[in-house]
């Protein structure tokens, strides 16, 4: 018969097995300790970064958002406050600020054509004809930091994705999945019929034509009836061409 151990050999192993535990704990405080240090350290470079290329920061779309990359990558948001180092040296939130007013402003300038849906492209477009006298160009990584910002306000700001297009929500509308599909389609001319949406997404009339008329409701469709087949046309400016989008807003 094998012998069990007795009560010396089972405090010996529970001895051991707390001296492994204080080894790994002191291991794994080394190590946090460590990686604390690398990344103090490479917050000073960055911010020494930040000092010597602040103009670049500022004028430069693409090495503002290379910027913002490389905080993100060390837990770094120099948006998160209007106070501290980064509104100091590079004045950052101030500029997402005024940004995010000025989108403000042109989403609810062209509510009354979009219905609150505008493409990002076009959104960008308005933005940097309103900004003409502004030294910083403007990109939409920018738009896109500053509408991200805006969520804050509870109002329905938020960027979503139809097909290939990012398309900027300024009202609290549910878009559903038939609502979405239809969007893609209108994507191609701008506009669908009813007999479009049937064929290319394969659904009967009675769904097509209600939420065709749902979106109508909406305000996010306009509809044109002046044409000889007497099909009406439900017109998307929201994904329509942006040069056929500002002659429905004309």
């Not at 040296?89 to 300038?109: K, N, P, R, S």
């Not at 969007?183 to 009339?205: H, I, N, P, R």
Request: net charge positive.
């Amino acid at each position: 018969m094998r012998r069990r151990p007795g009560i010396a050999g089972l405090q010996s192993a529970a001895a051991a097995r707390d001296q492994y535990r204080l080894v790994g704990e002191n291991v794994a405080k080394i190590r946090a300790d460590l990686m604390k240090e690398q990344l103090a350290t490479f917050r000073s470079h960055l911010e020494e970064f930040a000092r010597k290329h602040k103009n670049d920061i500022r004028k430069n779309p693409t090495f503002r958002a290379q910027f913002h990359e490389m905080c993100a990558k060390v837990g770094v948001d120099p948006l998160a406050s209007n106070k501290g180092v980064w509104a100091e040296l590079l004045g950052i939130g101030d500029f997402y600020y005024e940004l995010g007013v000025q989108i403000v402003d042109i989403c609810m300038a062209t509510r009354s054509h979009n219905g609150g849906l505008i493409n990002l492209q076009e959104l960008c477009s308005l933005l940097a004809q309103k900004r003409k006298t502004a030294r910083e160009a403007v990109s939409e990584d920018d738009c896109l930091r500053a509408i991200s910002k805006l969520k804050v306000l509870g109002s329905g700001f938020e960027v979503i994705s139809i097909g290939k297009r990012k398309l900027v929500r300024s009202v609290p509308t549910e878009l559903n999945k038939d609502h979405n599909e239809i969007l893609e389609v209108a994507q191609v001319q701008g506009y669908v019929t009813v007999e479009q949406v049937q064929k290319a997404l394969s659904w009967s009339s009675g769904r097509a034509t209600d939420a065709l008329e749902t979106l109508l409701k909406e305000g996010l469709a306009m509809i044109d009836d002046g044409h000889r087949d007497g099909k009406r046309r439900y017109w998307f400016p929201c994904v329509a061409p942006i040069s056929v989008a500002v002659d429905l807003m004309a």
